[in-house]
């Protein structure tokens, strides 16, 4: 055994990060919002043709973030899938609001919009609808539910940088987005995120509460003499050096796009033969969607076949994790969470998922992968 042969993911520098650090440091401004900043800033808006990005030092802190613009109060409910990361739902338990649990869709396994409607209470005040595996929520009749019920629509776009829905980008289909840039995600800065607006009057107030409640963005733009504390808030932004680096993968953002996606087409194509024989089922592009190749899962038969192909795996030193275990049945999502009925697709699916290495420098790898899993699947028909 010894260590992984192939990582599951493994983070590369792609093209001008450490000129821009070098770049940062000349500049002498190591603090926020500095050049840096506001290049990725105008590159998140213009790629996700929301209004304003606003960079964070993670998604959890832009999740945070979009529970206070949708002025969450304790005993507020906010539905969402159970199949998500946790940060999702600790935003909304922060503000002494309770996430809602609702069912997701098994063939794109995102929040399924009947299961949304019916979770509405008189207490619903939003809608965080996650993008699984970069792939958008039907996010039109999200939308349309949001709308019939005056709650606000937030997309955690964690995974789904680069992705789009009925040819409009990630980020620019619901009230907010979330973004990340993790290392595990496609653009990256270690840690990173940013909060992205479609709706102009949020802007100022995401402004404030990003630089610990007080009116600083309008100070350094000249547009008041002082700054001062105006609302509540905390320190949500990165530093230039973190900036910098992103900017460098910001400017690849095309290039590690395609690169990903011809990895997730390769891995496709490569167990076409055996979903066709039912050994394994394979990830579904959700209409009107297109991917960004955040991620490759296979389905397995049932948690005992997952478990064995994860060892299989790792005895061949190739690293596989599985996730998630859901929220509304880890111990927090217990305490500060609900679940709207059943969640039978969720229970399933989470047991049965597998996620095989993705990651930008794969390259030529993916095929010791391919041959390693195709090999453990024809042994253990
Ligand atoms: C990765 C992820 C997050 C958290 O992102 P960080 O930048 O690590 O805080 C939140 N939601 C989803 C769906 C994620 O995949």
């Not at 399924?112 to 209470?121: L, Y």
């Not at 789904?160 to 595990?184: N, V, W």
């Not at 107030?205 to 003499?225: M, P, W, Y």
Request: proline share 5%; aromatic share 8%.
């Amino acid at each position: 055994m010894g260590t992984a042969k192939i990582p599951f993911n493994k983070p590369s520098m792609i093209g001008g990060e450490l000129a821009h650090i070098q770049e940062a440091l000349e500049y002498g401004q190591l603090s926020g919002d500095g050049r840096f900043t506001h290049l990725c800033n105008a590159q998140i808006a213009e790629k996700t043709g929301a209004d304003a990005a606003l960079l964070t030092h993670s998604c959890t802190a832009a999740l945070e973030m979009a529970a206070l613009l949708c002025d969450l109060q304790p005993g507020d409910e906010v539905i969402m899938p159970s199949f998500t990361f946790v940060s999702t739902a600790n935003a909304v338990a922060l503000r002494g609001a309770v996430p809602v649990f609702v069912d997701i869709d098994p063939e794109t396994l995102n929040i399924d919009p009947e299961k949304a409607a019916a979770a509405i209470s008189t207490r619903t005040r939003a809608i965080f609808a996650v993008h699984y595996a970069g792939f958008p929520a039907d996010m039109d009749r999200l939308a349309e539910i949001a709308r019939a019920h005056n709650l606000v629509l937030v997309e955690d776009a964690a995974q789904a940088f680069g992705s789009t829905y009925k040819g409009c980008p990630a980020g620019s289909l619901g009230d907010m987005a979330t973004f990340s840039f993790h290392e595990t995600k496609n653009i990256i800065s270690g840690e990173g995120g940013a909060l992205t607006l479609t709706r102009p009057d949020l802007v100022e107030r995401a402004e404030i509460i990003r630089e610990k409640g007080t009116n600083r963005s309008r100070f350094l733009r000249g547009q008041v003499d002082k700054y001062t504390w105006v609302d509540i808030g905390s320190s949500f932004l990165p530093g230039e050096l973190i900036a910098a680096f992103l900017y460098g993968q910001l400017e690849q953002s095309d290039s590690i796009l395609k690169t990903r996606l011809a990895l997730y087409d390769r891995y496709c194509e490569a167990f076409t033969d055996l979903e066709a024989a039912g050994r394994v089922t394979l990830p579904k592009t959700p209409p009107d969607t297109t991917g960004n190749g955040h991620m490759f899962y296979l389905l397995m038969r049932d948690l005992d076949d997952r478990d064995a192909f994860i060892s299989g795996m790792r005895e061949a030193g190739i690293i596989t994790p599985f996730h998630y275990v859901p929220l509304h049945s880890a111990p927090a999502g217990l305490r500060y969470g609900r679940s709207a009925g059943d969640l039978p697709v969720t229970n399933d699916i989470s047991a049965r998922l597998v996620r095989l290495p993705m990651f930008f420098a794969l390259g030529s790898s993916i095929e010791t992968v391919i041959e390693t899993a195709r090999s453990w699947l024809q042994r253990n028909p």
